[in-house]
């Protein structure tokens, strides 16, 4: 707690100075201002000692967790415990982490007579996703006399937790999310007759040889057909590769982020797809380890699990050990699963070992490989003409690099990995649309 003068009490000082500059050459006069100034001491002494009454009482709380989106305005909400300070209004400040953006640096506090509390929101926006702890609070009243500025600043216990912004991605695909029974207004039609085993019933002209239980058949003395149906839970795991390649800058919306943030958010948005057509859904994370790991279920409880999962993750320096990944996965997977890895393959080297370990999971699961398209990586004759000499060997660099990446898909597809490379604006879209593609054929 600091208590500094304020401009009230300096300009006393001051005339009292005044005083004894003009009182300096007349000694009959030194008791006069000698007296200003005792009497200025005492009084600014005694409302220095009457506005420190109930100044430990004061308390300033915020919620153990407020959450937000990155890029999107929210608020903290703060609660003052006042029982007991003789102030009627005070100055409030939040000290917040660097990337945060508040639209004032303090706020003028009423406080109501006989108040025990007052609650109010203090409006931020949130630039980095992660975690951020550690705040600092600052407030500051002015004593009763008007001639002291008493403040005090204490931390203050509460986390402020910044998760992956969706709203561009849920607007590309708002139809997904009309609670209309499955997908948007109209249901998808289903190839084939299914999978799941449904019931059995008495065979009718028509029935395959193939559809016959004959177990079933030779115990009740007539024929029995088994009767399928469309499989309506099926496991979808997402991967998302956290190593060295995903803090690979990607220019989003006008910004800069790493790779990392677009898998992320695309994550999300596949999860939250799963969880609307009620499928069973979890993640893995890795590096050259496997970081993050929750397991397949259901419902809206479990992908806010999910969720709480991922707002922290950062890229590390590592090089992905696909061998670990793969020996993990096929330890913890025993039941056939879409996966589908977030990654980056543009290191011929990685591209290869990639390719060696992950195809031992397709042989027990259906793979999809997506990665994020560079600007630059692209086919010769794509996109705006050359302007410049100087752009010659940018485009020659990228046409060799997408070479490289279609040659690479090509080998994943005879290893029975399906591989895609797919432009920024439209990866979670892209996404998403496998995933209803895969429901639809029941690949499955």
Known sequence: MNFVPSTRLLWLIGAILVVATVAGPLPELTSLWVGLFAAALLLALVDLALSLRGVS????????????????????????????????RLR??????????????????????GAAHVRFDWPTTA??????????????WTSRLGLWEIRRRQAVDGELRV???????????????????????????????????????????????????????????RPITKVFQAERTQEIFVLIDASRLSARPVVHEGQTVTALERYLTAALILLLAAERTGDRFGLL???????????????????????????????SAATPDMAEVVRYVRTQLRRRALLVF????????????????????????????????????????????????AEIPTRLAGHLRWQELQAGMRRSKSAGITAALLDDEKFAAELVSQYLAVKQRQAL
């Not at 630039?127 to 500051?140: N, Y």
């Not at 259906?366 to 990665?371: C, E, H, R, W, Y």
Request: aromatic letters at 8%; charged letters at 25%; a neutral charge.
């Open 285 to 315: 994370v890795y590096d050259d380890r496997v970081r993050v790991f929750v397991k397949a279920a259901a419902g809206e409880a479990h992908y806010a699990a999910c969720r709480e999962a991922l707002h922290h993750l950062c890229s």
């Open 163 to 221: 998760y992956p912004n969706l709203l561009t991605e849920r607007k590309q695909l708002a139809a997904l999310f009309l609670s209309r029974g499955q997908l948007g207004a109209k249901l998808q039609r289903t190839v084939g007759r299914g999978r799941e085993f449904e019931k059995l019933r008495d065979y009718l002209p028509g029935d395959g040889f193939d559809e016959i239980h004959w177990k079933a058949t030779a115990k009740r003395g």
């Open 342 to 389: 977030l990654t980056d393959l543009t290191d011929p080297v990685l591209a290869e070992d990639f390719g060696r370990h992950v195809g031992l999971l397709a042989r027990q699961h259906l793979i999809f490989v997506n990665q994020l398209r560079s600007l630059e990586v692209a086919p010769l004759f794509a996109g705006d003409p050359v302007a410049a000499a």
């Open 57 to 88: 009482a004061l308390e300033i709380r915020i919620p153990v967790v407020v959450r937000f989106a990155k890029d999107r305005p929210g608020v903290i909400p703060v609660t003052l415990g006042v029982a007991g300070l003789p102030v009627a």
């Open 127 to 140: 630039g980095a996703r992660g975690v951020f702890a550690g705040l600092t609070a600052a407030a500051e």
């Open 92 to 113: 409030f400040a939040l000290g917040l982490p660097g990337s945060f953006a508040s639209a004032h640096d303090d706020v003028a506090v009423d406080l109501p007579p």
